[in-house]
């Protein structure tokens, strides 16, 4: 479902972690072993939904057959109120796995929703929004696919799909130039090079740039650089950038603005599930 992604390995390392060697002992205790519940999770507020199969992933992991009916799409965007997946199946595998289902599915919802946000903030200008590497660790291909649900475009995700050159590379190097001819000279096809001042880019698209990064230079200054590049590379605007100055720098004429706060700093989607006990 989400490239690169084995959902198997993580549906059962998280159920691990929350079941321990005993399970859950308190469904165990309370609830007799035949009992049937039936519930609706559905969404308290505004959001963009990510992660409901993943969710329903889990109740059927120890549930195989329970009933499990999705009522909207990863990607929609639903009002507050909105019923987002019924269920109904064994009442002690649904309650065991309700807690894993919800972290997920509100976690990833809560980074959609913020992406679909700065999505919105930058609409008309031309620009597209990027993620990046600022991630959990563990869950980048999670929250990379939550941020495509919102409406952003991922960046390289990892250190094995493109190089990005940055100070420091540049510092051991000595120059922008040499740190980019030596990533050339491996044969790396996709280079990006950070650039933090007007006078790098014409060495870095010289020696080998594909992309550029320019980094935390205010709107005046991307403005000056795009009409540097003329358009010889793709420019991204990144560093500090935040909703209420995000379309300001869209509007300079950069191809795209990276966001680390999409993964960095969403909060969860306040989702919840209730369960109600099927008539014996």
């Given at each position: 479902m989400i490239p690169g992604f084995d959902l198997s390995t993580f549906i059962?390392?998280?159920?691990?972690?929350?079941?321990?060697?005993?399970?859950?002992i308190t469904a165990a205790a309370v609830i007799p072993a035949d009992a049937i519940f039936s519930g609706v999770?559905?969404?308290?507020?505004?959001?963009?939904?990510?992660?409901?199969?993943i969710a329903a992933a889990f109740f059927r992991h120890l549930d195989p057959s329970a009933e499990l009916e999705p009522l909207v799409a990863d990607g929609d965007r639903v009002a507050a109120g909105t019923a987002l997946l019924r269920l109904r199946g064994n009442a002690r595998a649904l309650l065991t796995a309700e807690r894993s289902a919800l972290n997920t599915v509100q976690?990833?919802?809560?980074?959609?929703?913020?992406?679909?946000?700065?999505?919105?903030?930058?609409?008309?200008?031309?620009?597209t929004l990027l993620d990046t590497r600022k991630t959990i660790p563990g869950l980048r291909r999670l929250e990379k696919y939550a941020t495509r649900m919102g409406g952003a475009t991922n960046h390289r995700i990892g250190l094995w799909d493109a190089a990005?050159?940055?100070?420091?590379?540049?510092?051991?190097?000595?120059?922008?130039?040499?740190?980019t001819a030596r990533a050339v000279a491996a044969g790396i096809e996709r280079i990006i090079v950070e650039v933090d001042s007007i006078d790098q880019i014409d060495p870095a698209i010289a020696a080998g740039a594909t992309h550029?990064?320019?980094?935390?230079?205010?709107?005046?200054?991307?403005?000056?650089?795009?009409?540097?590049?003329?358009?010889?590379?793709?420019?991204?605007?990144?560093?500090?950038?935040?909703?209420?100055t995000i379309?300001?720098?869209?509007?300079?004429?950069?191809?795209?603005?990276?966001?680390?706060?999409?993964?960095?700093?969403?909060p969860a989607a306040d989702i919840g599930l209730d369960f109600t006990l099927d008539a014996p």
């Open positions: 059962r390392a998280t159920l691990a972690e929350d079941m321990g060697e005993a399970g859950d999770m559905d969404s308290r507020d505004a959001i963009t939904v990510a992660g409901l199969d976690h990833l919802s809560g980074v959609a929703t913020l992406t679909a946000t700065y999505v919105t903030a930058i609409e008309g200008t031309g620009a990005m050159i940055k100070d420091n590379h540049i510092a051991v190097a000595g120059s922008v130039g040499e740190a550029l990064l320019l980094d935390n230079m205010a709107p005046a200054t991307l403005r000056e650089a795009v009409t540097r590049v003329a358009g010889r590379v793709p420019t991204e605007a990144s560093g500090g950038v935040r909703l209420d379309r300001a720098i869209a509007e300079t004429g950069v191809n795209y603005v990276s966001v680390g706060r999409l993964t960095q700093s969403a």
